[in-house]
T-cell receptor, first 116, second 116 residues
Framework: NAGVTQTPKFQVLKTGQSMTLQCAQDMNHNSMYWYRQDPGMGLRLIYYSASEGTTDKGEVPNGYNVSRLNKREFSLRLESAAPSQTSVYFC???????????????FGSGTQLSVL | AQKITQTQPGMFVQEKEAVTLDCTYDTSDPSYGLFWYKQPSSGEMIFLIYQGSYDQQNATEGRYSLNFQKARKSANLVISASQLGDSAMYFCAMRGTIGANSKLTFGKGITLSVRP
């Protein structure tokens, strides 16, 4: 079972470069999310997509854009990378388009990004 | 806005003993869900256990149980009979029902080390 697949696993960028993190899920989930994880900060929500065709900002959206390409895929783009965006990025998905309190997120394995 | 607080910097436990990882939360939502996730050194996020705010009993999943004290706004994770494989970072998270609170919010995490 693939679950949530993220690519790449590791990436090093220079300041000002752009790149796109790819995420795909094969569980027919409606909702998808991008989080970043920084030491001592836990996971913080960057953007999410409640359903195909919709995207919304999370807690820390500045410097990022997202695209919900179809139901399976949700990409995160850094247009002009900055050292402050050095982090581990996680994509996640969940089943609902409606709110279920007990709905758990399924996570990808993460992308370790360094911006020099 | 909802908030999760995990203040223990790091925990150590002897193999086969029980350990409690603390989590307190704050929210104005009348209904909410509480989650614990495990992140081993390999980096993936693994769902452990869920507790609903109106659940009558504390949640249990195998060796994991959640000590839910609603009046104190605490949702501590109890791991019984610790194993070496329990060494990991543990995140408490919550989801409410209103607006931005409907997205999963994470605490900063607690590192647990199990000693042989």
């Amino acid at each position: 079972n693939a679950g949530v697949t993220q690519t790449p696993k590791f990436q090093v960028l220079k300041t000002g470069q752009s790149m796109t993190l790819q995420c795909a899920q094969d569980m027919n989930h409606n909702s998808m999310y991008w989080y970043r994880q920084d030491p001592g900060m836990g996971l913080r929500l960057i953007y999410y997509s409640a359903s195909e065709g919709t995207t919304d900002k999370g807690e820390v959206p500045n410097g990022y854009n997202v695209s919900r390409l179809n139901k399976r895929e949700f990409s995160l783009r850094l247009e002009s990378a900055a050292p402050s965006q050095t982090s581990v990025y996680f994509c996640a998905s969940s089943e609902a388009g409606r709110l279920n309190l007990n709905e758990k997120l399924f996570f990808g394995s993460g992308t370790q990004l360094s911006v020099l | 806005a909802q908030k999760i607080t995990q203040t223990q910097p790091g925990m150590f436990v002897q193999e086969k003993e029980a350990v409690t990882l603390d989590c307190t939360y704050d929210t104005s939502d009348p209904s909410y869900g509480l989650f614990w996730y495990k992140q081993p050194s390999s980096g993936e996020m693994i769902f452990l256990i869920y507790q609903g705010s109106y659940d009558q009993q504390n949640a249990t999943e195998g060796r994991y149980s959640l000590n839910f004290q609603k009046a104190r706004k605490s949702a501590n994770l109890v791991i019984s009979a610790s194993q070496l494989g329990d060494s990991a970072m543990y995140f408490c998270a919550m989801r409410g029902t209103i607006g931005a609170n409907s997205k999963l919010t994470f605490g900063k995490g607690i590192t647990l080390s199990v000693r042989p």
